[in-house]
């Protein structure tokens, strides 16, 4: 019972499926199907190395990524997309500073460095993430007033981005989320894709943190808690 308890959960190298899907266990590679997508969450320029919000190693995983996507029929890329003058950036909170926390009509808000503004450099992808067969870009954070992690559900818990009817227009069951950050964008897309009815799982070794004030502990902790799948890339076969 124990290890069918650590298969549910997520943990000890193997995940499970919802009832009645099947098993997808690290120690064997799985090929992704027709009801499988790939999420790319923000490989932009403004969370790569010189960006003004650099995830450490945020480049590293452009190569993973590149190669796990010929692996998937349906991906998605996320831009963070952000207005100047957004809420989320401490350089529109008087005295505030990069990484403070301040409350928002919906609740605390990490308030960031600069980045990702509509239009500029920061805010493109990386120049050499190459997946033309991605089928749609979902841009987030563009509501001035309102940040958005999630590629599912703005940061209000109450407007979502659309991509949770376009996945399930295209008959997707279960998704694999990878990206930037692990411990922000990256777990709660994940999270909210659980919470959306599909099955989700994080590519490990394709993500990166921030890991803020212990923020990847907790937020893996989160995502076991809620059924979130935890792989490498080498569980993806080609």
Not at 148 to 173: H, N, P, Q, V
């Amino acid at each position: 019972m124990m290890a069918r308890r650590r298969v549910l959960a997520g943990v000890g190298g193997a995940i499970a499926a919802a009832a009645g899907g099947k098993a997808l266990a690290q120690a064997g590679a799985t090929k992704p199907g027709a009801s499988d997508a790939l999420i790319v969450v923000d490989v932009q320029n403004c969370f790569t190395p010189g960006g003004s919000l650099a995830v450490p190693k945020g480049d590293e995983v452009v190569p993973v990524i590149n190669k796990l996507a010929k692996a998937f029929r349906w991906v998605v890329l996320t831009q963070d997309w952000h207005t100047p003058n957004h809420a989320s950036f401490a350089s529109s909170h008087a005295g505030k500073k990069p990484f403070e926390v301040t409350k928002m009509p919906y609740g605390n808000q990490v308030l960031w460095p600069d980045h990702c503004v509509q239009g500029t450099e920061g805010a493109a992808l990386h120049k050499d993430l190459a997946i033309a067969h991605a089928q749609l870009v979902i841009r987030k954070g563009y509501n001035p007033a309102v940040d958005s992690y999630s590629a599912f559900i703005e940061a209000d818990r109450k407007t979502k981005t659309g991509l949770d009817a376009w996945l399930k227009a295209k008959g997707i069951k279960r998704v694999f989320c990878c990206g930037l950050a692990t411990d922000f964008c990256v777990a709660w897309t994940a999270q909210d894709a659980r919470k959306l009815g599909f099955q989700s799982v994080v590519i490990e070794d394709a993500s990166r943190a921030i890991d803020l004030d212990g923020s990847l502990a907790k937020a893996w902790d989160a995502m076991t808690k809620a059924g979130v799948g935890r792989i490498q890339s080498a569980a993806i076969a080609a």
